[in-house]
């Protein structure tokens, strides 16, 4: 995580506190807010009790009149119809009539409960098959059987427009078997079912003395705060009431506290965070920005690479310089290193070339394959850029080249060398070293002015540096082994020794090859004389 981002989060924590005062002041206010709440639900469903009470006492009073007509159980099945028809067209508090006979079956029946079937016994009757609707009132005729009397529950309705509840309640008409006889908003296919899983503890506070405020799950999967109070008539309660309020009405206040508020602290955090975005772009960002590219160059490889925030008097100036002290330290162990391993490097092609021509040394018989056998291997195997082995014409002073391996023997052949110092051409590294018998080097073949006559060839053909060592035997010099390099000061004090012993064994090599041949020579002419 970077610093401009902890400073982000820096921000965000220390705005904890008044998100938090936030937070405890809109639970505060949904907690005034539920209980108000409650109290709404619990006025409402008193009043509705009391109202819908009051319509039960007068429909117990008319349906007891009506049980005493004789017409119900002496006149004929299809006139009592008739009668309840009648009763259920002109009274607003009756949907259904049902008389049902000493037998326990329908005699006859009108709204909701004609043609209802079964028993008293029996399940509740039912409009359709499957369709449980249980009666409100059963009350007993005086010449036996009974009298079914449903209420109309359509009335309710009325009732939550008139008492203004929130629009979303919901008020449920439950029988005493805890099955749905109404419910508003209405939904047709839930009348007669028995409550959800969801109102169980809801209607378990049916028998709890008192009305409770319980939060649960309606029957349309709406969350809701309900009380349930039972609609009591002169022998008990026989439905039970319960209002529901949505508990999204109680959020909407609290939502929008929360959202002044925090709108409020939002807009300050953004504030804040745009000042720290442009203080902190400039501050910390672009030195710090600055300070992480030098360190990813460095990283690549460009061991120059430095900061230039090393002149700051703040904690970046001191950062770059730590860094800038620490790439010094690094780049000269790096320097160290490589010349280092280069050395090894040219030590191990030395010696890899010194133990090529001793080998070669043992198999060859011939002077001239051995010689260019030799250079060869010194290009080969000791890594050098080109090798060539001279004679001294003792007549002209003139170098010739008997051997040579690299680029440009047509450019070695067409250049002039000589053992005299007189000429520039005895100038170089071959002329002094034949005339003093000692190895003469050139670390640099651009700038030094001894290369002068074959600078401009010798730098086309890549050569950089030049060594050359005397080839004697006997204390008589009789040639030269000249060594080119691809890099200038290519030739250290550690690969001078191998090349010095590798110029040893050269000259032993020809002085031998020389004797071996004479010997052959001499051997060949005894025998032809013989």
């Known amino acids: 995580m970077n610093i401009r981002r902890r400073f982000a989060w820096l921000i965000l924590v220390a705005a904890l506190p008044a998100v938090g005062t936030v937070f405890f002041a809109a639970w505060r206010e949904y907690g005034a807010l539920r209980a108000s709440t409650e109290e709404t639900a619990m006025l409402a469903v008193r009043t509705v009790s009391l109202d819908y009470g009051k319509d039960l006492h007068r429909l117990r009073i008319g349906s007891a009149r009506l049980a005493a007509m004789p017409a119900l159980y002496e006149g004929s099945p299809k006139y009592c119809a008739a009668v309840l028809a009648r009763v259920v067209d002109l009274d607003p508090l009756v949907s259904g009539l049902a008389v049902m006979g000493p037998n326990g079956r329908e005699r006859c029946g009108s709204g909701s409960l004609a043609h209802a079937g079964g028993s008293v016994s029996s399940v509740p009757p039912a409009t359709k098959p499957g369709r449980p609707r249980p009666w409100l009132l059963d009350l007993p005729l005086p010449g036996g059987g009974r009298l079914l ?38 939904a047709s296919h839930s009348i007669g079912k028995p409550l959800p899983p969801s ?54 206040p609290v939502r929008r506290i929360l959202i002044e508020t925090m709108g409020l602290g939002i807009a300050t955090l953004v504030v804040l965070l745009v000042i720290f975005a442009l203080v902190g772009k400039i501050w910390i960002d672009r030195p710090l920005r600055g300070l992480l590219d030098t360190i ?38 790096h320097r160290v290193l490589e010349d280092q391993l280069e050395q090894i490097e040219r030590l191990n092609r030395a010696h890899q070339t010194l133990s090529g021509i001793n080998q070669v040394l043992l198999r060859m018989r011939d002077r001239t394959g051995f010689l260019q056998a030799a250079c060869r291997i010194a290009v080969e195997q000791g890594g050098l850029r080109m090798a060539w082995i001279g004679e ?24 002039s060398v000589s053992a005299d110092g007189a000429v520039p051409e005895g100038r170089g590294t071959v002329g002094p070293s034949l005339r003093s018998g000692t190895p003469q080097v050139v670390q640099d073949i651009e700038s030094d002015p001894r290369m002068a006559p074959w600078r401009e060839a010798l730098l086309a053909l890549g050569c950089r540096a030049a060594l050359t060592f005397p080839l004697a035997h006997g204390g008589h010099i009789f040639g030269n082994l000249t060594l080119y390099a691809a890099t200038a000061n290519a030739f250290d004090e550690a690969s001078f020794g191998v090349y010095r012993e590798l110029a040893g064994d050269i000259a032993f090599g020809m002085n031998f090859l020389q004797v071996e041949g004479q010997r052959d020579w001499l051997m060949d002419h005894d025998a032809a004389t013989d």
Do not use: C, M
Not at 211 to 236: K, M
């Open 149 to 186: 009397v449903d209420g109309r529950p359509g009335r309710l309705a009325r009732r939550v427009a008139q008492e203004l509840l929130p629009s979303g309640s919901s008020i449920i008409l439950i029988g005493r078997t805890g099955r749905i006889r109404a419910r508003w908003p209405g």
């Open 296 to 333: 990813e160059r460095f990283d690549a490889g460009d061991e120059k690479a430095r900061s230039p925030l090393d002149v700051r008097r703040d904690e970046f100036g001191v950062l770059a310089r730590g860094f800038n002290r620490l790439a010094d330290h690094v780049e000269r162990n």
């Open 199 to 252: 109102l169980e503890a809801v209607w378990a506070q049916r028998s709890t003395a008192g009305l409770h405020a319980l939060l649960a799950t309606g029957v349309d999967g709406i969350q809701r705060l309900y009380v349930i109070n039972p609609l009591r008539i002169d022998d008990g309660p026989i439905a039970y009431l319960l209002v529901g309020i949505p508990e999204a009405r109680l959020l909407i």
């Open 392 to 415: 001294v014409d003792s007549a002209t002073d003139r170098v010739r080249v008997v051997a040579q391996a690299g680029p440009g023997r047509e450019v070695l052949d067409g250049l």
